[in-house]
């Protein structure tokens, strides 16, 4: 993404609206950079940590469990989290058991429930990554006063609260 880039977003959109002229065009575009830049973003966390053999969702994943220290986290819980499906869930949780950085067990309380936990090489991967990827935030918001980044995340909670209360763009009421 760029700042050229988020020029021709506009000028896109600036067109659009001749033919549309109800488009609230400000929020077109920032709707549109926000999407763009969240692609960016994850594809160059994706380039940082393939060397290590993970993706962005592995990584998150990883994460949340070396936050729960030697606790075990149950998959779908994560899957809540991470806002991935069980599916995907399963995929991301076979791939970390595969290459050794996590155990999967049945739970103590219910033995259908699969528990997860970090092996001390998912840990060891972690205390390794951690430390770069604080590296590469510190570079994207090296430029943020932290007044500007405390404002950015109650403007981003803002826009949160405004998606949930947002009436759905699908229709879910599908006819046979």
Same mark, same amino acid.
């Given at each position: 993404m760029s700042l050229a880039q988020v020029a021709r977003v506009q000028a896109g959109i600036e067109r659009v609206a001749t033919r549309v002229p109800t488009l609230p065009v400000g929020q077109a575009v920032i709707l549109r950079t926000l999407t763009l830049l969240t692609r960016d973003v994850v594809a160059r966390m994706d380039q940082f940590l393939r060397p290590a053999g993970l993706n962005e969702v592995e990584f998150r994943t990883l994460s949340i469990l070396f936050a729960h220290g030697n606790e075990q986290v149950c998959p779908s819980d994560l899957g809540g989290h991470l806002a991935q499906s069980p599916a995907n869930m399963t995929r991301v949780s076979d791939a970390?058991?595969? /290459?050794?950085?996590? +155990? /999967? +067990?049945?739970?103590?309380q219910d033995r259908r429930r699969l528990m997860l936990r970090l092996t001390p090489e998912g840990d060891a991967l972690m205390e390794r990554l951690l430390p770069q990827m604080s590296d590469f935030m510190r570079s994207l918001f090296g430029e943020f006063e932290p007044a500007d980044l405390n404002r950015l995340m109650e403007d981003l909670k803002r826009l949160v609260a405004a998606l949930d209360a947002a009436p759905t763009l699908i229709d879910d009421r599908s006819e046979p």
């Amino acid at each position: 993404m760029s700042l050229a880039q988020v020029a021709r977003v506009q000028a896109g959109i600036e067109r659009v609206a001749t033919r549309v002229p109800t488009l609230p065009v400000g929020q077109a575009v920032i709707l549109r950079t926000l999407t763009l830049l969240t692609r960016d973003v994850v594809a160059r966390m994706d380039q940082f940590l393939r060397p290590a053999g993970l993706n962005e969702v592995e990584f998150r994943t990883l994460s949340i469990l070396f936050a729960h220290g030697n606790e075990q986290v149950c998959p779908s819980d994560l899957g809540g989290h991470l806002a991935q499906s069980p599916a995907n869930m399963t995929r991301v949780s076979d791939a970390l058991l595969q /290459r050794g950085f996590i +155990t /999967r +067990t049945p739970s103590e309380q219910d033995r259908r429930r699969l528990m997860l936990r970090l092996t001390p090489e998912g840990d060891a991967l972690m205390e390794r990554l951690l430390p770069q990827m604080s590296d590469f935030m510190r570079s994207l918001f090296g430029e943020f006063e932290p007044a500007d980044l405390n404002r950015l995340m109650e403007d981003l909670k803002r826009l949160v609260a405004a998606l949930d209360a947002a009436p759905t763009l699908i229709d879910d009421r599908s006819e046979p």
